[in-house]
């Protein structure tokens, strides 16, 4: 037991430093000692003098001490030290400890192997014993600067006291930030345990904590995937304060040891929440070498996409438009660029993504099928530095630093080149242009210790012309504002105002008497406040309010130059959607946890707006419009509202595994039109109105996680049901637009979806990576019954994005520290297709009549990708770090189709399957950091 | 050329894409649905040709079946025209006279089913304005420019007729008189017969159009017709000839809907393929399918003519001779019993050419260079050159015919 006292002193150096610090030397004692063990010796210390000695029984199995007579401790000890060399300290609570070989500070937070001392003291203990006249310590008086390694030590090893005892009994709450040690940016979804309790939790996106423990000495364990997991000693006294900071983790290549905590895939009610790490996006093959969040998203179970170059996503049998994007906050309408092929969000700006495909957190609403939001980082805060790179299509910069003590800023930019790969086409495109660019600014600023503020802006620009004709603009444009105020160590809360815009346009010169620009524009202006009550361990609270206004001017086409197109702007739409939220996380037991949440939102049509009135009963056209209404401006003329459920559940069945069961409700009240595949930058959004109903969402699901081998693997299987009402859908041949009577063609459709998902996921070790299986179907029907010829007879039928075999393999393997090799694997059946039933002339050819949507499949599809990625050396001190990534996409060349279609041909109905990239596209970019 | 948005993006994607031949197997049925095509010519004592044909299976090459023997007829105001079936499927009448506004087509087949059109709107097709050209990606785009005062048409179809002229390589000047067995001079007539020839070709694609946006009912320079570079459609002259129709609204979306899924396949952002009803229906069984939309209006036409200018295209025509060639080696007018004289050129040729003076082998018509030989005709003695038939019958040349069109300027 002794030993376990030394260690655990070790690890506790808890003495003060004070005034009669070796009073404990120069007490009296009688000691009766012949030949005896240092056992004996110290029973009759404890028992005479009061004095605790602690020591290492091993090191001094071999010393015989004989001493008889009375002495003071410290002449006992000297002798002792004679005939063996050891250390001897003592603080002022009457503890001596004994060492041997390196010397004990009871000096507090100093460590004691300060290695000027340490040497001296070896040299001296070794060679000529100095008998000091206050014992063996030199007393320590100047401020000794440790190094940084030692600080870590320091901290790991200090005791925090926190707050003051008013009295001993009952809780308390400490609250902090977590934050990195080299750049002071809070550290999201780091989990906070108590150790030998079964308390947890853990910080939010910005790396804020709260935990409530019962008053006295704990320990925090600290742990993120990443970084390095810490220890913080501390003693509750009151309500206070703790930031904590962690530093990078040095992967080792041989042992792995990861802490119990560190995956809450386990312990967390929440069910089909994805993270993805920033180092799982930098390693990923990418195509043509720019790392893409959306498509690393898309490599996870439940997520697809309907084509290859698409970065739109399809959770769980959601439409594309079913997906909130945000960026810290900010909705982004568009996250592409270059039609799609690429993701809208800077890598290197990026903390991290966390998809919610199942139980979505009450505070996000407005989507039905999923949220994924995108945080950028904070900025170094501690100095000055940047990062860079270069790939085949695009180059970007950032830099980041601090600007005061409390103000860090992080700006980025991200552009195409010069459109060199254009000069490599053929003449016809000598006409032809394309470019993007986008840009961050995050400005982040603690301004005292209960409040922070951060501003965020985000824009993104793409035009494009082919073949020297219509020229296509779009882009994004949010700002935001979000304020952070601690009430109290049991409740907290954010505020924020943004506004959010999305437009295109298109304009064609080529045609004098048709020259136009067609515009688009949506604009969102938000308010949202989020309350967090913590009033203990069990429940966690959250509430809010959240407000959207929305503006759209649904399209205008005016002339240009010369031109005579009648000049048609459609009347703008606007609409208030307003939400109430509660949800508490209740741990009701160690193994039970449950989450009840309600969403109760609003949304309000505002006029100043002219809504046709139509024959009932009959099909809606052009035809039987009966009558106009006219409603002012600011008039409520549709309420839709109605409440969404969000239930979530955690049962542990063991240590190692839990079970998780989530009911969801979801409603949408924006809609994108699009009746292509794609996600295409014409695709324009319209509000829920006297006749296009709000979608509404159900989801049932239900969990059963494993984890093996200390959690470094990860299993779940996971299985849904979906039922989504008042799915838009569109009627053949419809015309969106332009269309002020978007209603006449449209149809209200539902849509079923169901599936498993399996997925083995290592987090940690040489290996790494994750493997899933997906088993899923989504069909939709019209069933609207003012629509005469529903779409496949008003049956149900596979959606364009119904996949129903997805596998993907994601794998990392770290050869060296500096070297590391990167394979992703996609396997999927091929979506649905119409296929043609029958052939006729007309028209001087041969065409092909297609009847039953979506009754065939296009070719499975199946890419690997491989890329090796090269560091430079390590060394801290060095102008720049840079990395060299070299990679393969697609690499075995398989002509994927992306479509399939027929045409006529010298009398005959050829069908042909056109791959986009059916090829292997090899890539190199550079990186570098500073 | 007008590419699709989509597949020109996917090939500026450094030419990343592809496409392979896929046929799937899993379309073999075989729904003989009923087409109709055609227009009701309102222009008084016009031709009206209807064309009746039945669909096959995807996958087939023959012909479509023509839907013969049926009764089809033309009604307005109760008074019924009948037509008359011309050729295999066709069905066809002169001597309409149509005065109200909308008509009827009544089909009957064989098979005593019963079909019937919506009422047809007759319109009244605005005069073409002009047919203009201008040079694009080293071809030449045709435009056609109208326009309604009355802004009554708003939506127009097209068709048009391309016609060229095209020659031989050589023009063969002396012929083998057989009775006189001696090489005279040809007639200018007997020259051009076997030099020029005529092909026609119909449009096959869909071509419509609207102003529906515009102030006024304007169609400016809608791109109709292109010819690609070096076409040998340019290499002489060139005629095209278009038809114009008025068309109701709902005709158009028909036509632009079909234009859409059969003209724009594969383009990755293009919109799900789907059908649209025609304006035929079976009174026998309602849910059978009929496809086709059946208009009635007057029809406008112009004719334009292109010569091969070479100030206005840079135009490198050049003869795919591999593709033509045949092994028939002969000198015309002999090569079917070969005499004596014959048989001295041909057993005398030596490897080309054999007077340094001879016309250079270009590589245009390098490949018809075959043979230069001394020739003795009523004068003094000429050096001549021989050459394949090939080279000197247009008929080798492309699909056409030696009948000059009488509307043919020169």
């Not at chain 1, 309350?531 to 240009?560: Q, R, W």
């Not at chain 2, 090939?390 to 043919?408: A, V």
Request: hydrophobic share 35%; with cysteine; charged share 20%.
């Amino acid at each position: 037991m002794k030993l376990l006292r030394l260690l655990c002193l070790l690890l506790l150096p808890v003495c003060v430093y004070g005034q009669n610090r070796n009073s404990g030397l120069e007490k009296q004692v009688t000691l009766h000692l012949s030949a005896d063990s240092i056992q004996a010796f110290a029973a009759q210390l404890q028992q005479q003098a009061h004095i605790t000695c602690y020591y290492i029984p091993e090191y001094f199995d071999t010393l015989k001490i004989t001493l008889n007579g009375t002495m003071k401790i410290k002449e006992a000890l000297d002798k002792i030290y004679a005939d063996f060399k050891f250390y001897y300290a003592c603080d002022d609570k009457d503890n001596l400890y004994l060492t041997k070989d390196q010397e004990l500070s009871t000096q507090l937070g100093l460590p004691a192997p300060l290695l000027k001392k340490l040497s001296t003291m070896h040299h001296v203990a070794h060679n000529a014993p100095v008998k000091t006249k206050n014992g063996k310590r030199i007393p320590i008086t100047t401020t000794v600067t440790p190094t940084k390694s030692v600080i870590l030590d320091y901290d790991e090893n200090k005791l925090f006291t926190i707050g003051s005892y008013q009295n001993s009994q009952g809780y308390a709450t400490i609250t902090g930030y977590v934050r990195h040690r080299n750049t002071g940016e809070g550290i999201g979804h780091a989990s906070i345990a108590i150790a030998d309790m079964q308390t947890k939790t853990m910080t939010d996106a910005y790396g804020y904590y709260t935990i409530t423990m019962p008053k006295g000495r704990h320990t925090l364990m600290i742990t993120c995937i990443g970084l390095a997991d810490a220890r913080r000693q501390i003693d509750i006294r009151g309500a206070g304060q703790l930031n904590i900071q962690l530093h990078d983790y040095v992967t080792s290549l041989k042992g792995v040891t990861i802490a119990s905590s560190k995956s809450h895939n386990i312990l967390d009610p929440e069910m089909g929440a994805s993270k993805i790490e920033i180092r799982t996006l930098k390693q990923v093959p990418a195509l043509m070498g720019e790392a893409d969040i959306l498509r690393v998203l898309q490599t996870l179970p439940g997520v697809t996409s309907a084509g290859e170059g698409s970065t739109g996503l399809n959770v769980r049998g959601g439409n594309v438009d079913q997906n909130l994007v945000l960026l810290d906050g900010a909705t982004i309408y568009n996250p592409s660029h270059f039609f799609g092929f690429f993701s809208g969000f800077n890598a290197d700006l990026v903390k991290d993504a966390e998809l919610y495909k199942s139980s979505i957190p009450v505070k996000y609403g407005s989507r039905l099928s999923s949220v994924l939001e995108v945080l950028t980082r904070e900025g170094n805060r501690n100095k000055f530095s940047g990062s860079g790179g270069i790939g085949p299509l695009s180059g970007h910069l950032s830099l980041e630093g601090p600007i005061g003590s409390k103000t860090s800023f992080l700006v980025g930019g991200r552009s195409t080149y010069s459109d060199w790969t254009l000069q490599l086409l053929p003449d016809q495109y000598k006409n032809s242009r394309a470019g993007f660019y986008d840009a961050n600014l995050k400005i982040t600023s603690d301004l005292n210790d209960h409040n922070s503020l951060f501003v965020a802006g985000y824009i993104s620009g793409d035009r494009f012309r082919l073949d020297g004709d219509t020229l296509y603009r779009y882009g994004n444009m949010n700002g935001i504002v979000k304020w952070k105020h601690i009430f109290n160590p049991h409740l907290y809360g954010s505020m924020d105002v943004g506004i959010d815009h999305y437009n295109f346009d298109m304009s064609s010169r080529n045609n004098k008497i048709n020259a136009y620009r067609f515009k688009f524009d949506v604009s969102q202006y938000h308010f949202n406040t989020n309350l967090i009550y913590t009033p203990n361990n069990a429940h966690k609270i959250e509430a809010g309010i959240s407000m959207v206004y929305y503006k759209l001017h649904p399209g205008s086409k005016l002339p240009l130059d010369s031109g005579i197109t009648t000049p048609i702007t459609l009347s703008p739409e606007q609409a208030v959607e307003s939400a109430l939220y509660i949800s508490d996380q209740y741990t009701v037991s160690p193994k039970l946890t449950v989450e009840v949440g309600l969403r109760y939102s609003l949304f309000n049509y505002l006029g100043p707006r002219d809504v046709y009135g139509y024959a009932p009963n009959l099909e809606r056209d052009v035809t039987t419009i009966i009558d106009t209404s006219h409603y002012a401006a600011g008039k409520l003329f549709k309420t839709y509202h109605g409440p969404e459920p969000r239930i979530a559940a955690r049962y542990s069945l063991s240590e190692n595994s839990s079970l998780k069961a989530a009911y969801n409700r979801t409603r949408q009240y924006i809609h994108m039109l699009s009746n292509t595949t794609v996600v295409t930058p014409t695709d324009i959004w319209k509000l829920s109105d006297p006749y296009i109903k709000p979608t509404v969402a159900d989801q049932v699901s239900l969990g059963i996680y494993h984890n093996f081998k200390d959690n470094v693997i990860e299993t779940s299987i996971e299985v849904y049901y979906k039922w989504i009402q008042h799915a838009l859908s569109y009627k053949n041949d419809a015309t969106l637009l332009l269309n002020p009577h978007i209603e006449t063609d449209v149809a209200n459709a539902d849509s079923k979806a169901y599936g498993v998902e399996f997925l083995v996921k290592k987090t940690a070790g040489k290996l790494n990576g994750w493997f899933s299986y997906t088993y899923s179907r989504v069909f939709l029907r019209m069933n609207d019954p003012l629509v005469s010829e529903p779409v496949n007879g008003g049956a149900y039928y596979p959606a364009e994005y119904d996949k129903p075999h997805v596998v993907n393999l994601i794998a990392n393997y770290r050869v060296s520290h500096r070297f590391s090799l990167s394979l992703t694997s996609i396997y999927t059946t091929g979506r649905p297709i119409t296929l043609p039933v029958a052939r006729y002339y007309m028209s001087g050819s041969y065409r092909v009549y297609y009847e039953d949507r979506n009754q065939y499949r296009i070719p499975d599809y199946f890419r690997t990708d491989f890329s090796i990625n090269i560091e430079g050396n390590h060394k801290i001190r060095k102008l720049a770090h840079s990395s060299w990534t070299l990679g393969v996409y697609n690499m075995f060349a398989r002509k994927n189709a992306y479509s399939v279609y027929f045409t006529s041909e010298e009398g005959k109905v050829n069908g042909y399957k056109l791959s986009i990239f059916g090829t292997a596209i090899p890539f190199v970019t550079y990186n570098f950091k500073f | 050329m007008r590419y699709p948005l989509g597949l020109a993006l996917m090939i500026i994607l450094l030419g990343y894409s592809c496409k392979d031949p896929y046929l799937p197997n899993v379309i073999a049925s075989n729904r003989n649905y009923l087409v109709v095509e055609g227009v009701i010519n309102a222009t008084p004592g016009a031709l009206t040709r209807i064309r009746l044909t039945r669909t096959t299976n995807v996958g087939d090459t023959a012909m479509v079946a023509a839907e013969q023997q049926a009764n089809v007829s033309v009604e307005q105001d109760g008074t019924i025209y009948p037509l008359t079936e011309s050729d295999s499927g066709y069905y066809q009448i002169s001597s309409l006279h149509l005065t109200g506004t909308t008509c009827r087509l009544n089909i009957t087949t064989q098979k005593n089913e019963q079909y019937q059109s919506d009422d047809i709107p007759v319109k009244i097709t605005p005069l073409i304005d002009s047919i203009t050209y201008a040079p694009k990606d080293g071809g030449v785009a045709l435009f056609v420019t109208t326009h309604d005062d009355m802004a009554n048409t708003r939506y127009y179809r097209w068709e048009f007729d391309e016609t060229w002229e095209y020659h031989s390589p050589y023009q063969s000047t002396i012929t083998y008189d057989w009775s006189k067995r001696m090489l005279q001079y040809k007639t200018l007539a007997a020259q051009d017969s076997l030099y020029r020839c005529f092909q026609s070709q119909a449009s096959t694609s869909i071509e419509v159009s609207s102003s529906e946006t515009l102030d006024k009912d304007v169609i400016y320079k809608y791109p109709i017709a292109f010819i690609p570079a070096a076409s040998v459609k340019l290499s002489v002259l060139y005629s095209l000839h278009i038809r114009q129709y008025a068309l109701p609204k709902a005709a158009y979306n028909y036509f632009l809907n079909l234009k859409k899924t059969s003209q724009n396949p594969g383009d990755v952002f293009g919109p799900l393929p789907g059908e649209l009803k025609g304006n035929i229906h079976s009174l026998t069984r309602k849910e059978e399918v009929v496809i086709g939309y059946v208009t009635a209006s007057s029809i406008t036409e112009q004719r334009i003519f292109l010569y091969n200018d070479p100030t206005f295209y840079d135009w490198k025509y050049s003869f795919d001779y591999d593709r033509y060639a045949q092994n028939a080696i002969s000198i015309e007018g002999i090569d079917v019993t070969l005499s004596d004289q014959s048989k001295y050129y041909l057993e005398n040729r030596s490897p080309c050419p054999l007077d340094p003076a001879a016309p250079p082998c270009t590589s245009t018509f390098g490949a018809c260079c075959t043979h230069a030989i001394p020739l003795h005709l009523s004068g003094p003695q000429l050096l001549g050159y021989v050459y394949d038939t090939t080279c000197i019958d247009c008929i080798f040349w492309g699909k056409g015919g030696r009948k000059k069109p009488d509307y043919w300027p020169r």
